[in-house]
């Protein structure tokens, strides 16, 4: 029974080692992500070979993410327009807007990928987007978190509140938002973070904010615990 086991997966294994010599493993990428951010450059048009923010540049495409065991390259890219963001994952060309909004992951038997699955954003004008802070950006009209489109925002009004790492807060004329979800118990108009407020935690391992509006204050625990403080 063992000796019939082995000659039936034998086989296997050798068209598995045979197919590994297909797979298309480029050669000589530069991964420039640091160099730009560093040196606070703007939108970069990628050269061949060169790779920002998991964007690579080979010849002519454009790919995202790991681009081992055949994976394709990212489709309907203008080549000529495309630049990337360093530092923020986003991309764009004249006729859109780029993030990884998913990324899937293939598990060969003798390789594995992840790479950029989703990239196009929804309704985003590239000739006017603008990244804020935060992983927040704008084209004016639409604001997005993450690459995804923030319902009810406000894109003339949409502000950053200014906070530490893990502070994702901003507000508009309507709305206080946390992360890409709108805080419904604050007031935009007067939502505040006081960075001097000695009740702030800010360590390695642990995190607490205090943040207020003229009515409440709440104490907030990254990524998504938010308490109100009673008044004495």
């Known amino acids: ?13 050798l068209t598995s080692c045979n197919g590994q010599n297909k797979y298309f493993e ?12 560093k ?37 309907g890219i203008d080549i000529e327009t495309f630049k990337v963001l360093a530092g923020t994952s986003y991309a764009k060309d004249k006729n859109n807007v780029y993030y990884p909004l998913e990324q899937p992951c293939i598990d060969y038997m003798d390789c594995g990928v992840c790479y950029y699955g989703k990239i196009k954003m929804k309704s985003a004008n590239p000739e006017c987007f603008e990244y804020l802070d935060k992983e927040y950006a704008t084209d004016g009209r639409n604001v997005y978190f993450r690459g ?14 200014e906070g530490p790492k893990y502070f994702y807060f901003a507000t508009d004329k309507n709305y206080v938002f946390k992360h890409n979800k709108i805080f419904k118990n604050a007031d935009s108009k007067t939502f505040y973070y ?38 004495e």
């Open 26 to 37: 480029p050669t000589g990428i530069i991964d420039k992500t640091e160099i730009y951010i």
């Open 39 to 75: 040196n606070n450059q703007s939108w970069i048009s990628l050269k061949d070979k060169e790779s920002v923010d998991g964007y690579t540049r080979i010849g002519d495409s454009i790919f995202g993410g790991e681009i081992f065991c055949n994976v394709e390259p990212l489709k």
């Open 1 to 13: 029974m063992k000796q019939l086991l082995f000659i039936l997966t034998f086989p296997f294994f």
């Open 148 to 161: 995804e489109l923030i319902r009810d925002a406000d894109g003339e009004s949409f502000k950053i509140i």
């Open 194 to 231: 006081d960075k001097s407020d000695k009740r702030n935690i800010d360590q390695k391992y642990e995190h607490k904010y205090i943040i207020g509006d003229k009515n409440k204050e709440w104490e907030y625990i990254p990524p998504h615990t938010i308490n109100e403080i009673k008044k």
